[in-house]
């Protein structure tokens, strides 16, 4: 007769033991490289909307066109390009380029605005150049969990200010039409820190 020995209860408990230890070390890897995964698709986004917002702010300034428009009320005339204290913008612009590809009657320069509301950083635009107090801009969000915005610009004898157009401030008669050579742009984000951009200014 041939003898036959299986395993022992402890030898089960051992093995039972190891392969419990060995689940929980693969669970937390796997959780761990879940997390990482995440973190990192995280950031590509985030990553993406910054340069996607600082692409589309180029975009509006480097086709600054000097045409002012109306303002709300009809009664006077708002600079081509606008940044100063009393504004409700950061800034204020109108451009060219406006693509209309389904031959809309309206114009191709358009009046776009940016400015940060509870956090976030608008970019809004009227479908007239004129806009009337009944003229609601359309509104599209840029970029999520951002401190601040500033622009700011240098005239054709390369002076920088924060405020334009020169003179906005009652010191000197406002050109509605003049633009800067350049305009310099900084965002300030509370993760990312502070990045700074310049755009040259189509004469």
């Not at 590509?44 to 910054?50: E, G, S, Y």
């Not at 600082?54 to 081509?80: H, K, M, T, Y």
């Amino acid at each position: 007769m041939t003898l036959q020995r299986g395993f022992t209860l402890i030898e089960v408990l051992v093995a039972m033991a190891i392969f419990g230890v060995m689940t929980v070390l693969a669970y937390q890897a796997l959780g761990q490289s879940l997390t990482n995964a995440d973190l990192l698709n995280s950031r590509t986004d985030r990553t993406r909307a910054i340069q996607q917002t600082i692409r589309l702010i180029g975009q509006d300034l480097r086709q600054v066109a000097p045409r002012p428009v109306r303002d709300s009320f009809g009664e006077g005339w708002r600079p081509a390009i606008l940044t100063s204290l009393g504004n409700d913008f950061a800034i204020e612009l109108t451009r060219a380029g406006w693509p209309n590809p389904a031959g809309l009657p309206r114009a191709t320069q358009q009046r776009v605005a940016y400015r940060i509301q509870d956090d976030q950083l608008l970019r809004l635009h009227w479908l007239t150049l004129d806009p009337s107090v009944s003229s609601d801009p359309v509104s599209t969000v840029l970029l999520e969990e951002i401190d601040s915005i500033v622009f700011n610009y240098v005239d054709a004898s390369g002076e920088i200010s924060e405020q334009w157009p020169p003179g906005n401030d009652g010191t000197a008669p406002v050109i509605l039409t003049y633009r800067p050579r350049a305009v310099e742009v900084v965002l300030t984000l509370p993760v990312e820190g502070e990045i700074r951009r310049w755009f040259e200014v189509a004469p």
